[in-house]
């Protein structure tokens, strides 16, 4: 459920502490909603974030030293992560190795739910803000693909699909092996399914089938052939094993983790995303 709300927000000053009496960095309307799945149950929310003009379409604004767009994460640490850390980490690691990940902030935050004035009663804690996994050349850089690309190099790219949970409007499909295995599914999140036609849905189930039944034939033939490269990103893959393992994710390849294809490009691992019940964060 989306609301509007309104943001006031503050960077951090280069000595002492922010002063909430001086002019904000960034003010802007907006509209939010409560996000995650199983973390949308957690005492403190995440959310999404919306920044709107005075017409109610978005609008990019840099947000707290971070760079303009019109879409944010507010992720709100909790069972799985007591440092706060464990996204920002990651997320550093992955850029520093060149793969595209969100940037983060860690911030201070109050919310105003009741319509009075804000004051310290309105404190919500420590949130981290981050960049929303959004198909667009400043963040998940791959093809914009519309409803009228249904042939030739035009399907081929890109989407952008995750392992979760899938909602009843959502476009998800399992392998013919059911993997992820149910409840989760991988889940096209761009595009949109309303914006997905039939062709592209047939185009990317194929693809990623093709993956899996060129992964087991290569199995079975004792390794002799490797048909299964033809279909995926190695150098991405590893590099998105290491940070799996090196960090003990318990999401990773099951639960929001995510994979992308550009246009004739093949399967890439990523972005890195939802570490929080890595490092020892638990499995749950």
Not at 62 to 90: A, C, E, K, M, Q
Not at 94 to 120: I, K
Not at 154 to 181: C, E, H, W
Request: proline share 6%.
């Amino acid at each position: 459920i989306e609301r509007p709300a309104w943001l006031y927000a503050w960077n951090r000053p280069t000595s002492g502490s922010t002063v909430l009496t001086n002019p904000p960095t960034a003010a802007s309307s907006l509209t939010t909603n409560v996000r995650g799945s199983s973390s949308a149950d957690f005492p403190k929310k995440g959310f999404t974030v919306r920044l709107t003009d005075s017409n109610g379409e978005e609008d990019s604004v840099p947000l707290v030293g971070l760079p303009s767009f019109d879409t944010w994460v507010l992720v709100g640490p909790w069972t799985y992560d007591p440092t706060y850390l464990h996204n920002v980490i990651i997320y550093d690691l992955s850029n520093r190795m060149g793969r595209w990940a969100p940037r983060t902030q860690v911030v201070e935050a109050f919310l105003n739910t009741n319509g009075g004035d804000l004051d310290y009663s309105d404190y919500v804690g420590i949130y981290i803000v981050t960049d929303a996994l959004r198909v667009d050349r400043k963040r998940v850089d791959i093809a914009s693909l519309t409803p009228k690309d249904l042939s030739g190099n035009a399907i081929t790219g890109g989407y952008l699909m995750k392992f979760d949970v899938p909602d009843a409007l959502d476009f998800s499909f399992q392998t013919k092996r059911n993997y992820p295995g149910s409840p989760n599914a991988l889940i096209v999140t761009s595009p949109k399914a309303d914006d997905l036609p039939v062709a592209q849905r047939e185009y990317i189930q194929a693809y990623v089938q093709g993956f899996e039944d060129a992964l087991y034939a290569d199995s079975a033939s004792g390794g002799r052939q490797r048909t299964h490269l033809d279909f995926m990103d190695r150098d991405a893959w590893v590099d998105y094993h290491l940070l799996c393992t090196l960090s003990m994710n318990a999401d990773g390849f099951i639960r929001s983790a995510y994979m992308m294809k550009d246009r004739r490009g093949r399967l890439v691992a990523g972005p890195v995303w939802d570490y929080d019940r890595a490092l020892g964060g638990g499995g749950g």
